[in-house]
Every structure is written in C-alpha cells, then in structure tokens.
C-alpha cells in the first residue's frame, strides 16, 4: 500500500502565496508520476498539475503561470508553490500518485483564499 500525507494548507488573502508538501510512503515500487487535483465545493475535481519522475510537467489551463510543481524523487515528496492565489482557488487540493496499478489519493488538504 501507498500512504500519501499533505500538508501545507490554510488561509491566505488574494494575492498572497501558499506551498502545500506531499510526502509519499510505503510500497512505493516504480517511478511513477505525481500531482495535485482539487476540488472546490459544488464542483468536480479537477487537475492543477502532474509531474512525471522524470520532471515533464502538465497543468491545469486555471493555474499556468501562478503555480509551480517540483518534486524530490529522493524524498518521495511532490511540492506546489501557488502564487498570485486568487479566491477562486478556494478548494480542498489532493495529492496523488499513478502508478500502474491504479491511483492514490492522500487525504486533502484545505485553501482557503479570502480576505
């Protein structure tokens, strides 16, 4: 099994910044890529950004340009630095790893963008 933990999360104001931290554990078997979904209520869950092992980059169209995805293949850990956050972010953000098998969710963690 994989276990997937955020962290990171809170209140921030328009404008301001945040870095959410996903540390991945386990049978971590692969060099699989990772990324970060969220969902805001009401909605779907939609994609931020991926990161493959090797570091080729996919985001999300609301996203490109404010946020950034990294990650320490050493750690096992993904990394999402959100600048310019705007109230529309507001959203519970999940990490994820794809592996072959199938996909694991961490937890959640909670943006909240107001002021």
């Known amino acids: 099994q994989v276990q997937l933990v955020e962290s990171g999360g809170g209140l921030v104001q328009p404008g301001g910044s945040l870095r959410l931290s996903c540390a991945a554990s386990?049978?971590?078997?692969?060099?699989?890529?990772m990324g970060w979904y969220r969902e805001a209520p009401g909605k779907q869950r939609e994609l931020v950004a991926t990161?493959?092992?090797?570091?080729?980059?996919n985001y999300g169209g609301s996203v490109k340009g404010r946020f950034t995805i990294s990650r320490d293949n050493a750690k096992n850990t993904v990394y999402l630095q959100m600048n310019s956050l705007k109230p529309e972010d507001t959203a519970v953000y999940y990490c994820a790893l794809f592996s072959q098998q199938q996909t694991y969710w961490g937890q959640g963690t909670q943006v909240t963008v107001s002021s």
């Open positions: 386990g049978r971590i078997l692969g060099y699989y890529p």
């Open positions: 990161m493959s092992y090797g570091g080729n980059t």
